[in-house]
């Protein structure tokens, strides 16, 4: 089985989206490793603030697989495609690292950029997954996160899913 982890994100209708997201990955894989939700404002447009998260599963999908099945969540919660890139999200789910793979795997560039370059995807996968490395730059993803410069603003949020806080703390559900 490989560990994935995985960023979440949605600024329309954001509460259930993330909701059903977590639904949907929780049926797909089984437990999930959840980290706090985290408010940011929109990158590369004007629009509403996000909510993003990070969640690890374990999976024995292919990489073409999983990002099959991450689409078909996102589209059934009204995904559109083919906009802008920065544009308004009912729900974005990305594969952020897929075991230690590196490259273009299956059309996914594997570890995704975004880890080095965003507060809201670092920190969360830095709370979930503090001492795994980052299969290129070879450091923990805890070491990334206190070397970043903090620019970003985002600041965790109140979310309660299944009836469980999920914020500000760590929840394996």
């Known amino acids: 089985m490989a560990q994935v982890y995985l960023s979440l994100g949605s600024n329309i209708d ?3 989206h993330i909701n059903a997201a977590l639904d949907a990955l929780a049926e797909q894989f089984g437990e999930l490793d959840i980290s ?10 004007n629009g509403n603030p996000f ?11 292919s990489v073409g697989e999983l990002l ?14 083919g906009g802008a890139k920065f544009a308004p999200r009912t729900l974005d789910i990305d594969i952020l690292t897929y075991d ?18 965003n507060a809201f995807v670092l920190w969360p996968l830095a ?6 490395y980052h299969p ?23 979310f309660t899913w299944r009836a469980r806080s999920i914020s500000n703390e760590r929840a394996r559900i």
Not at 36 to 45: C, I, L, Q, R, T
Not at 52 to 59: E, F, I, Q, R, Y
Not at 101 to 114: A, T
């Open 136 to 158: 290129i730059e070879q450091q923990t993803y805890s070491a990334l996160w206190q070397a970043y410069d903090k620019q970003q603003k985002l600041k965790p949020v109140a």
């Open 51 to 61: 909510l993003n998260l990070a969640v690890g599963v374990k999976t024995d999908l």
């Open 100 to 117: 230690e793979r590196v490259g273009d795997i299956d059309g996914v560039q594997l570890p995704r950029d975004e880890i080095l370059y």
């Open 36 to 45: 706090s939700v985290f408010e940011s404002e929109a990158v590369g447009f």
């Open 68 to 81: 099959g099945v991450l689409k078909a969540i996102e589209d059934n919660n009204g995904r559109t495609r």
């Open 127 to 132: 709370e979930i997954a503090p001492r795994d």
């Open 14 to 16: 954001r509460y259930k």
